[in-house]
Structures are given as C-alpha cells and as structure tokens.
C-alpha cells in the first residue's frame, strides 16, 4: 500500500535523470578545484548534474564552497565566516588558480545548462541568513535548481518563505560524536531517526551510499514516492550496489 505524499508538488524528473557530478567533475583534470567555476564547466562538458555547498561569509553572502574552514583548500586560515565576500573571492583554491565563486558568480556560469543541486550548510543554531541567501540568488535564476541541507529546520524556513525549489534533506543512518560535535547526543539520535521529517517537509532524499540499504531511503521511495539520491559514490562497483537502493547517484573520483 502506497502512503499518502505530503502536501508537495511531485519531484520534478530532473532531479535524478543524470548523474550529479560532486561539488563538479574534478576526475583527472589537471588544476580543477572542487566547487570551482571550473569543475562547474567540466561536468556541463560532460552532461552531467552539478552539487555544490554554500557557506556564508562574514558580510552574511553565499560562497560556494565545502569546510567551514579554509585550511584544507586554500592558503588562507580560519573559519569561512571570518572573512568578507572580497577577500574569499580573491582566495585561490588548492591545485591551480581557480578562485572561491560566490553563488551569484557560479549560478551565472552555470545559466541553467544543468541541474543544480546546492547544499546549504548549517551550524544548527537557528541561524538562516544562507538559506535566505540562496533564494534570493535563485529568484530569477533560469535553470533547474534544487536546496538540500542536513539540517530539518533550515528546510522548514524555506517552506515558510514559499520556496519554488525543490527541497531536499540530506542524512545518513548515524551521526557520530566525533564528525558532528556541535550537536548534542539527542539531536543526533532524532537526525539518525528522521524524527523531523514531518516538519522539513522534503521533496527528496540525500542518503549516505555507505548505509544502504537502510530503512528510510526505501520507505521513501516506495511508500512516499520521493526520489532517493545518494553520495559519495566512488566507482563502478559502488554505483551498481547504490542505484540498487537509490535513483541517481553523486559521484566522484571516476565517471558513471
């Protein structure tokens, strides 16, 4: 027996028709960052959807770009939100000379040739300047675009804002103490168990491929009629054991 959706459009096609290249296509190309207008363009190339993440800067704009740090990709040190939309963009990203893209910057490259994909980032403090960020970069974008986050309530204030965009939370089957230590013990028991999936109010899901199969990705699909998109998928033998459980996957490190 099919459950009864809840009150939202049906998930348009393109959400998973193709393949979403993570944080762009980056496979064997020479002085491509992730997240850069660059691996942007090689998944275009390639036909390929494109995820991305959005942090927010010190000036309350939206960069698209992974960490809450900078140490990993860039030369630069210290929290993301420390520095102003201008000193992130002149940053240079690790492995060639592609810069961080604010989300106007990148949504003007990419001009809706693909899907999009964005993940907005959370602290899980209440604090939804990005997420209104991302709509208003979005309101007159073209293209196919969709908002995912790990955070329930960050996808409740885009529904209470009347977002257009499809809506989708991302999860996986346990968070632990030691990736995800601003949370409490109990926020990580209700994110592991969907406790407030009746208040996100998702059109899709995004779920870890290392957990499948797993309970909530199924009831999903087969009771709720939502698609299931799943990451990091990493190579053949992990795609065909993930479109088993999941109806497109996010790839990286080869091409599907």
């Known amino acids: ?125 209440g604090d939804f300047r990005l997420a209104a960020r991302a709509l208003e970069a979005l309101a007159n974008y073209p293209g196919p675009a969709a908002l995912k986050s790990f955070d329930p309530t960050v996808l409740a204030f885009l529904r209470a804002r009347r977002a257009s965009r499809p809506l989708g939370l991302v999860a996986q089957a346990e968070y632990a103490a030691d990736e995800w230590p601003q949370l409490k013990p109990a926020q990580r028991r209700l994110l592991a168990a969907l406790a407030d999936f009746p208040a996100a109010r998702p059109d899709f899901l995004s779920f870890r491929a290392s957990d499948l199969p797993h309970a909530a990705p199924t009831l999903c699909r087969a009771g709720l009629g939502l698609p299931v998109m799943t990451w990091t998928v990493r190579g053949p033998a992990e795609r065909a054991q993930a479109l088993r459980w999941a109806d497109q996957i996010v790839f990286e490190g080869f091409e599907p």
């Open 1 to 125: 027996m099919r459950l009864e959706r809840l009150d939202s459009p049906e998930p348009p096609a393109w959400l998973v028709a193709r393949p979403i290249a993570h944080r762009g296509l980056r496979f064997a190309l020479d002085g491509v960052a992730e997240n850069s207008v660059a691996a942007a363009e090689a998944a275009i190339a390639r036909n390929y959807a494109i995820e991305c993440d959005l942090e927010l800067s010190r000036d309350a704009e939206a960069v698209v770009f992974h960490d809450d740090s900078l140490d990993r990709l860039t030369q630069a040190s210290g929290r993301v939100g420390a520095y102003s939309l201008r000193e992130l963009t002149d940053l240079t990203l690790a492995g060639g000379a592609c810069r961080i893209p604010s989300l106007r910057t990148f949504l003007a490259a990419v001009d809706g040739r693909v899907p999009l994909i964005i993940e907005i980032k959370s602290r899980f403090d």
